[in-house]
Each structure stands twice: as structure tokens, then as C-alpha cells.
């Protein structure tokens, strides 16, 4: 029998995989984040940790877990709060849960595009508000998004899903990838693939997809935000500190870019209070993978990863440090 430590509440099928292969699974039941200090004390000995995006894997962690910590599974795609070089070094694997959250985080990209363009979370406030509104024709107008440009900063699934969506709503899609992004879908889409610098100053509607790296920090900088449309809207899904939130700020505040939507941000959950009283904002508690079976789904894919380690298997999604 394995100790494998997990770092919060996760839906019941993960924890019974678990058991299932004969694990002893530790859960920090809350309330809160598990504390820095309970994760370095409940690790020791650990052959396995399931990790949650609220806590950091990092040397300290694998000092403290010792020779046994094989596999650490992070229930989520994004994984910036893993040192994989240092897990690495250490010979432990790391795996994420991509592919069962696509659909999901890609439906609050496109929910947010039609949130900030028609206005809806304003409107919304004013009806809960108790203000006196009525029909009248130029009441909260919106701007309509067929036949506009969306801007795909990182063509992987979620992306592709989102361009996907876009399509159906009328939108051209452009897009700038790392790598190569899925012909097939990319022909599919019509999209065409452009450089950071005409995505930008071109599209509509930017939305961020690129994991959040040494090198995408701050990708959206004040300079960046100047090359956009003036009429043009941001979304983030991806990770907050892609952005320079207080540069964003900015250039709401001086009218430089039309609208943003944003599910994540730079200190999570703290948010800038320049955007909280912005009508032109829209902003999300990091919803992107929140549906009961996508969180079902990722919560069974960290612990088929778990259990294939540790029964000497390779894992289904191994993250390549
Ligand atoms: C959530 O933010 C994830 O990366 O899965």
C-alpha cells in the first residue's frame, strides 16, 4: 500500500481509483488551501501527491517527501505550480489532465467574448440593481461579434475548441502557436496562422491559451495592450500573470483597448481594484474547468496517472520537462 497525499477535496471516483489499486489516499479536507507547512509535514514518506493548482511542488516539497515520492499528478492542465526540472532531477514524474477540460474552459472563453461584447454582466447588475430601466432603443448597446477577428494566442486543444466556437458565431480566427498547431483543424477553421505582433494590432477579440511560463509572463505588456484596437477586447483563460494586470488597468482607464474578460488573474484570488468597479470588465473566480463532470474527469485522469506510476506503468499524460 502507497501513501499518496492530495492536497484538497477531489470528486469521489479519483479517490476511489485510488483505493481501488490498494492506495491510502491522505486528503486535506480544508478549510482553505492546505498549509505550506501541513504539505511539507504530510508529504514525508509520501510514494504519490495529487496536487491542486493552490499549491506549489517544488524542491522544498520533494526534500521533504524523501527517496519515496515517485509521481506527482497536478488536477489540472496548467501546471506553473510545479518545478518540473526539480521533479525531474529528483526522478518524479509529472503529469496533468489535458484533453478532459477542453470543452469546458472553452465554453467560458466564448461565454466571456459574448459577456464583455453585449454587455451581459452590466445588465445583469442593472436588473438586480433595482434602478429604474426600460426598453429603449440605444439602451446598453453592445457591438455584434460576426464577421470580427478572433485572435488565438495558443492554437492547442483549448484554443482550437475556442476558435471552433468563434466560427460558429461568425468569426474569422487568427492564431500565433509555439509549436504546430492540428492541421486538420486548422484547415477545418480557416485559421490562419500570424505573427504575435499582427494578431494583436488585427484581431477583434485576443483570447489567451499559452501556458504561463518564464517566457509569457507579462506577454500582455502595456507596449502590447498600445498595439491593439482601440475598439478591440481581451479575454484570459489561461493564467493571470500572462498578463500585466496593473498595465491592463491603464489602458482601460485611458480608453486604449475596449473591454476585457477575465477568469484568471496575476495574484489569484486577489484581484487589481481598478477592475472591480469597470463596467467594461468581466470577471470570472477561474470557472474555466468547472463543471461537475469535467472536475469528475480530471479528478479520474490524476489518479490513472497516480496509479499507473506506481504500478510501474508510464502515465497517460505525462507533462516533458
Ligand atoms: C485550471 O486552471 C487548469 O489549468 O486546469
Redesign the pocket.
Known amino acids: 500500500m502507497a501513501r499518496v497525499l492530495v492536497t484538497g477535496r477531489i470528486p469521489q471516483p479519483g479517490i476511489d481509483l485510488l483505493e481501488q489499486a490498494g492506495h491510502e489516499a491522505i486528503v486535506w479536507a480544508g478549510p482553505g488551501p492546505m498549509p505550506r507547512g501541513e504539505l511539507l509535514r504530510c508529504v514525508e514518506g509520501a510514494s504519490a501527491v495529487v496536487s491542486l493548482?493552490s499549491e506549489r511542488i517544488d524542491a522544498e516539497v520533494l526534500t521533504a517527501a524523501g527517496p519515496s515520492l515517485r509521481v506527482v499528478s497536478n488536477v489540472?492542465?496548467?501546471y506553473n505550480n510545479i518545478d518540473v526540472p526539480a521533479c525531474s532531477a529528483a526522478g518524479v514524474v509529472v503529469t496533468n489532465?489535458p484533453g478532459v477540460?477542453t470543452d469546458a474552459t472553452a465554453d467560458i472563453a466564448m461565454a466571456l467574448i459574448l459577456m464583455v461584447t453585449r454587455r451581459l454582466a452590466e445588465g445583469e447588475r442593472l436588473v438586480r440593481s433595482g434602478r429604474p430601466w426600460g426598453w429603449s432603443m440605444f439602451t446598453m448597446l453592445g457591438t455584434d461579434i460576426r464577421g470580427r477577428q478572433l485572435g488565438v494566442v495558443g492554437m492547442g486543444q483549448i484554443g482550437t475548441a475556442l476558435a471552433r466556437r468563434a466560427r460558429a458565431f461568425g468569426m474569422s480566427v487568427v492564431y500565433s502557436n509555439r509549436g504546430e498547431a492540428d492541421p486538420a483543424a486548422v484547415s477545418e477553421l480557416g485559421a490562419r496562422r500570424v505573427e504575435m505582433d499582427e494578431l494583436f494590432a488585427t484581431s477583434d477579440v485576443v483570447s489567451l491559451h499559452c501556458p504561463y511560463t518564464a517566457e509569457t509572463l507579462h506577454l500582455v505588456s502595456a507596449a502590447r495592450l498600445q498595439t491593439m484596437k482601440q475598439t478591440a477586447y481581451l479575454i484570459n483563460t489561461s493564467r493571470g500573470p500572462v498578463v500585466d494586470e496593473a498595465a491592463l488597468v491603464d489602458a482601460l482607464a485611458s480608453g486604449v483597448i475596449s473591454g476585457v474578460g477575465l477568469d484568471v488573474f496575476e495574484h489569484e484570488p486577489e484581484v487589481h481594484p481598478g477592475l472591480l468597479d469597470r463596467d467594461d470588465v468581466v470577471l470570472l473566480p477561474?470557472l474555466?474547468?468547472a463543471t461537475v463532470e469535467t472536475r469528475t474527469g480530471?479528478a479520474v485522469l490524476a489518479a490513472r496517472n497516480t496509479v499507473a506510476v506506481l504500478a510501474g506503468q508510464p502515465p497517460l499524460t505525462a507533462v516533458r520537462a
Do not use: C, D
Open positions: 493548482i489540472a492542465v496548467g489532465t477540460l477561474h474555466g474547468s480530471m
